[in-house]
């Protein structure tokens, strides 16, 4: 069975704090993506990588880093959590052919305090 | 930049009734069409998919139609269940970058 792995489905972090939030696929895909979700606005991109040590922005990248050291890897990084950062955070995965579907983890609630 | 945009919701429907969600989308190149739903407190599933003109794709009594004349991909269903209560997603990935986009989703209530 495939999967995509968050690392937490629950994170209270306090202002200011450096977050690390991880994410692990074992399908050996090339394209991984990290999501908000907020109600009214959506899914938004904020990062995605399509290869080891490549990453691209999204629409909502500021505040945000990304690393990608191994393939089956993306960490999205929160270099000083603010309030306005508290979400639903989803990390997907993907092959290169478009016509593929990508899969999902199960999401990380994120409140910042 | 590629972008979609669905219907506000949430749409409320009886029991049997007939669903559309419009999805319209704007992208260069050929993408790839997706619907993904989400049920409570679970994450996002493929429902169905269509890459290329005129293709249609169908799942579970669902199906939606790329149309690139109308750059389109609604969702629509026959005949809605209370199961079928959910946040529905249209997506786009690039042909050219791989890059996946959401549109804002949709909630659907079925009552009985």
């Known amino acids: 069975d495939v999967k995509v792995t968050q690392s937490s489905r629950y994170l209270v972090k306090r202002t200011g704090e450096k977050v690390f939030l991880e994410c692990v696929q074992d399908?050996?895909?090339?394209?991984m993506f990290w999501y908000r979700q907020d109600p009214g606005l959506g899914l938004r991109l904020i990062y995605f990588?399509?290869?080891?040590?490549?990453?691209e922005k999204g629409d909502i990248p500021e505040g945000y880093s990304v690393s990608r050291e191994k393939k089956e890897r993306f960490s999205l990084i929160l270099e000083s959590a603010s309030t306005n950062q508290t979400s639903m955070y989803l990390c997907?995965?993907?092959?290169?052919?478009?016509?593929?579907?990508?899969?999902f983890g199960q999401g990380t609630r994120l409140t910042v305090v | 930049g590629n972008s979609v945009t669905q219907m506000e919701g949430p749409v409320t429907l009886s029991e049997e009734a007939f669903l559309t969600i419009n999805c319209t989308y704007t992208?260069?190149?050929?993408?790839?069409l997706f619907w993904y739903v989400q049920y409570p407190g679970e994450g996002l599933q493929l429902l169905l998919k269509?890459?290329?003109?005129?293709d249609k794709g169908s799942n579970k009594g669902f199906e939606a139609t790329y149309r690139k004349e109308t750059t389109s991909f609604h969702l629509e269903k026959g005949s809605v269940q209370v199961s079928d209560s959910a946040v529905y997603f249209c997506?786009?990935?690039?042909?050219?970058?791989?890059?996946?986009?959401f549109g804002q989703g949709t909630t659907l209530q079925v009552k009985p």
């Open positions: 997907a995965s993907t092959t290169l052919p478009e016509n593929t579907e990508a899969f």
């Open positions: 399908m050996d895909h090339e394209n």
């Open positions: 990588s399509y290869d080891v040590k490549m990453k």
């Open positions: 992208a260069t190149g050929y993408p790839s």
């Open positions: 269509a890459t290329k003109a005129d």
């Open positions: 997506a786009l990935k690039s042909s050219n970058t791989g890059k996946l986009i």
